[in-house]
């Protein structure tokens, strides 16, 4: 007693589910991208506030015989350590993130999905979080370079 108003083939259906989440994963990606982008744009303004919080100590540095690649390499070291906690973080939350997003479709769809950890895509993400970083700290890095033993002795 029932009327079939359509039938579709279950090999559709999947194919416009793998479309649908393909257009997710993009859109998600484009705003991971947005992300890194603003958040690099924030750490070089943090690290621009420690090197000028910190120009009594680069001053110290110079007046004991530090040179400039020395002092760079202070702000860089700093941000280098926060882009490998940031990504060892990232990394952590964001598996985390996978497994309960595909356990959440697997129990709410009519296909099987399960989580795949990717060593490759995993060591390429840490590796931006880290470059990125890096990159973000060379400014204010330049920056500590270019302050005088006697300007950052007097600053108060």
């Not at 997710?24 to 420690?50: D, E, H, Q, R, Y």
């Not at 001053?59 to 941000?79: P, T, Y």
């Amino acid at each position: 007693g029932f009327r079939v108003s359509g039938v579709e083939a279950g090999l559709v259906t999947q194919e416009q589910m793998e479309q649908m989440l393909s257009m997710l994963v993009t859109f998600l990606l484009i705003m991971a991208l947005l992300t890194a982008f603003v958040g690099s744009i924030g750490l070089t303004g943090t690290m621009g506030m420690n090197v000028l919080e910190r120009t009594r100590e680069i001053g110290v540095m110079r007046a004991i015989g530090a040179v400039d690649f020395k002092v760079m390499q202070s702000v860089l070291v700093e941000g280098l350590v926060i882009g490998i906690v940031g990504a060892i973080l990232a990394l952590v939350l964001g598996t985390a993130l996978g497994v309960i997003s595909v356990s959440f479709l697997d129990r709410f769809t009519l296909f099987e999905y399960q989580y795949v950890w990717s060593t490759t895509a995993s060591f390429l993400i840490g590796s931006l979080a880290v470059i990125t970083c890096c990159l973000s700290a060379l400014y204010p890095a330049v920056v500590a370079t270019r302050i005088s033993t006697v300007e950052s002795l007097h600053y108060e």
